[in-house]
């Protein structure tokens, strides 16, 4: 084909040429077929061989994998089985220890269970009892524990323990509860019945609990684990104690309220500010009451801190969940180990030490304490209330170091440390104070009752006492018992001032004489006029002047008082100067009315009455004679006063306003000579 030249018209003969080719290589072909025919044939036995043998072997590679598919299920099923066999396995062991845990907590050991369930409770058997106890706590833990696996809670055994168990705790709480009952009603009884633990005629005895209190730390581990049992159990416990406790306590201060009442030697009919005697000022102030306040101060000394030392004692002894604050310098020396409860290991365990600063103190135990503490100091505050009554008859002015004496333990840290005994003091300040108020009261209403007598004269008689009062209230003040005082000063001066001058209105011609002078006294006024003349002079207790220096209470009355009695005595020398130179200074009131309606100086002489012939005759009148005139106006001054230290200070007061006057006279009639030199030597030339 290569050396072939192709034309366009050869093509034909090309595929005519390869036509006749292909043919006869068919036709070869199909004669090689028919001669290998034998062979052929072999080949297709062959085939049809081989394919049965691969059938026969696809049948049995059928059979082998569904037998191995079953083989290989029954492998797996016996795996699953194997699990579970030793699952159950662990399990039975894990039970059969669960089991022989339990049945260690359901066993109760006999010598337990003897004490658990019996009578006694003496002080030799209360180390025994902390096993018990700790036991059945345990085994009641170990069974409520079993309600988190409900198969465990619902296993009959379980059942049947747990009831066990309840009426075994129910037992010994209610046998507990009653022996504890009955021992500390026994031992409170038992001291009541011993005088000698209070005080007697003749022997005023502190209080000492150290005995009782050794006998409650015995039981304190028992109530300790008494409360983890059952805590409701410790609420009758509690009332029973504070009730037995309260009748001792009670005992103990009405006994030695009594005894130091008998023991106190105390002035007797000890005379009292208006029930006095007109001269029995010194006396009051010589009478030394102050054993009365001491006996008060003693019976706060012994009762507080013992007071405040038994509500601590009883919130520990009791095992209430709140911080107990001890006071500074630790409890009394009769009482040096008696706190110590041998508790704080069990707080300690439970984490639930109320002492524990950082855990808040819970508002239900806060306010169960206060409510047992109130049963425990019920009533104690009636002996107190005794001594305070007693000592306010024999001298209601010691109310106020009373009063004193009071706040100074009420704002104590000792106080602090219990805020019942803190309303006790509370009530003790509320019933001085009324009891001083009573007595301010009553001396008002005696001030008052001079309002509604007939005319008085004088000085009224409780004016000039009450330095003499202030001066022994300042003495009694301690503490912030200066606000007491100055209260009742402003009740005192307040009404006596009004009281005064209502019984001036009752004679109004000698009210001013009636105010001066009983001002004058108010203030010492005359005191102060004898010591200008004798300064050595008998000085029996401080002057009111004195008192203003140093108080401001008083100091505001006593300026008052200056006022009022400047007032006064401006008014009684102007009325005794007028009537005896009333022609004189009519003629210059004339004057000064006619300048205030708008007439000239100069003109003045011209009007009707005013002129020069009328005040030469009005001169004439008045100055006649000036020196029996300024002789009766002295003896005038002199006539109704019965205070006779003021009348040079009234004399020299009525000098001056007379001179005043005249000169202001002689100014308004300066064209006449008026000798204003010659009248104040005729004034001079009288005493």
């Known amino acids: 084909m290569e050396n072939y030249v192709m034309g366009i018209g050869e093509a034909e003969v090309l595929t005519e040429r390869l036509k006749r080719e292909l043919q006869a290589l068919e036709a070869a072909n199909v004669h090689a077929i028919l001669e290998t025919e034998p062979l052929i044939d072999e080949v297709l036995k062959g085939i049809e061989a081989a ?13 082998f994998n569904v037998k191995l598919r079953h083989m290989r299920e029954d492998i797996e099923s016996i795996e699953t089985r194997n699990n579970k066999l030793e699952l159950q396995s662990v399990n039975n062991r894990r039970l059969m220890e669960e089991l022989d845990g339990l049945l260690q907590i359901l ?32 085994a009641m833990r170990g069974i409520v524990a079993t309600k988190v696996d409900p198969v465990y809670g619902n296993m009959t055994a379980v059942h049947e323990k747990r009831g066990e168990l309840q009426l075994l705790k129910s037992t010994f709480v209610f046998k507990v509860t009653t022996f504890l009952r009955n021992y500390f009603a026994n031992f409170v009884e038992y001291l ?25 730390r015995t039981y304190a581990r028992l109530l300790q684990h008494l409360k983890m049992l059952d805590k409701n159990s410790l609420l009758q416990l509690r009332k029973n104690y504070c009730s037995s406790m309260n009748l001792l306590l009670r005992r103990e201060a009405c006994e030695f309220a009594n005894e130091i009442r008998a023991n106190t030697k105390a002035p007797r009919n000890v005379a009292v500010w208006l029930d006095s005697p007109a001269g029995a000022g010194q006396n009051v102030n010589s009478a030394d009451t102050s054993v009365v306040s001491d006996a008060y101060t003693r019976m706060l000394t012994v009762f507080v801190p013992l007071l405040v030392d038994e509500c601590s004692f009883f919130a520990q002894f009791m095992c209430f969940e709140v911080p107990i604050h001890a006071p500074p310098g630790g409890v009394d020396e009769d009482d040096d180990n ?44 009636e002996d107190f209330y005794n001594v305070i009554d007693w000592a306010f008859k024999i001298d209601p002015l010691r109310c106020i170091s009373m009063h004193g004496i009071t706040e100074r333990y009420l704002f104590s840290p000792k106080a602090d440390a219990a805020g019942v005994v803190r309303i006790l003091l509370g009530d003790l300040e509320s019933r001085i104070s009324m009891q001083f108020s009573r007595y301010v009261d009553e001396a008002c209403h005696h001030i008052e009752k001079f309002e509604r007598n007939t005319r008085q004269t004088g000085v009224l008689p409780y004016i000039p006492r009450f330095a003499t009062l202030a001066t022994r209230m300042e003495q009694y003040i301690t503490g912030q018992s200066r606000d007491l005082v100055d209260q009742a000063y402003m009740k005192f ?56 220096n140093v108080v401001p209470t008083l100091a505001k009355f006593y300026h008052q008082a200056s006022e009022a009695y400047e007032q006064a005595c401006s008014r009684h020398i102007s009325m005794i100067i007028y009537y005896q130179f009333e022609r004189l200074f009519q003629f210059a009131r004339k004057i000064e009315d006619h300048i205030s309606n708008n007439v000239q100086l100069e003109e003045i002489a011209f009007q009707v009455g005013m002129s020069k012939s009328d005040l030469r005759k009005t001169l004439k009148a008045s100055l006649s004679g000036v020196d029996k005139s300024v002789a009766a106006m002295y003896k005038k001054l002199q006539k109704n006063l019965t205070s006779e230290e003021l009348l040079p200070s009234l004399w020299e007061k009525c000098k001056k306003d007379f001179l005043a006057k005249y000169e202001s006279f002689a100014f308004l009639v300066g064209n006449e000579k008026v000798a204003v030199v010659d009248m104040s030597d005729s004034l001079d030339s009288l005493p």
């Open 107 to 138: 066993k109760i050991p006999p010598e337990h269970e003897a004490f658990l369930t019996g009578d006694k409770f003496e002080e030799q058997q209360m180390l025994q009892s902390t096993g018990a106890l700790e036991w059945l706590s345990d």
């Open 493 to 548: 001066v307040t009404i006596m001032f009004v009281t005064l001058e209502k019984v001036a209105q009752a004679e109004p011609k000698y009210a001013d004489i009636f105010l001066f002078e009983n001002y004058a006294a108010f203030q010492n006024r005359q005191v102060l006029l004898s010591l200008i003349h004798s300064p050595f002079s008998g000085r029996g207790s401080r002057l009111l002047y004195d008192l203003a």
């Open 338 to 381: 008696d706190d110590d409860l041998g508790i704080m290991d069990i707080d300690e365990k439970d984490g639930k030490s109320g002492k524990n600063p950082a855990n808040p103190p819970n508002p239900d135990e806060l306010a169960a304490l206060n409510n047992s503490l109130q049963d425990l100091l019920d009533g104690m505050q």
């Open 192 to 216: 009541l019945k011993d005088k000698n633990n209070f005080s007697q005629r003749g022997q005023l005895k502190r209080p000492d609990h150290s005995e009782l209190r050794y006998k409650c």
């Open 51 to 63: 394919t049965n043998c691969v059938e026969d072997m696809d049948e049995w590679l059928g059979m």
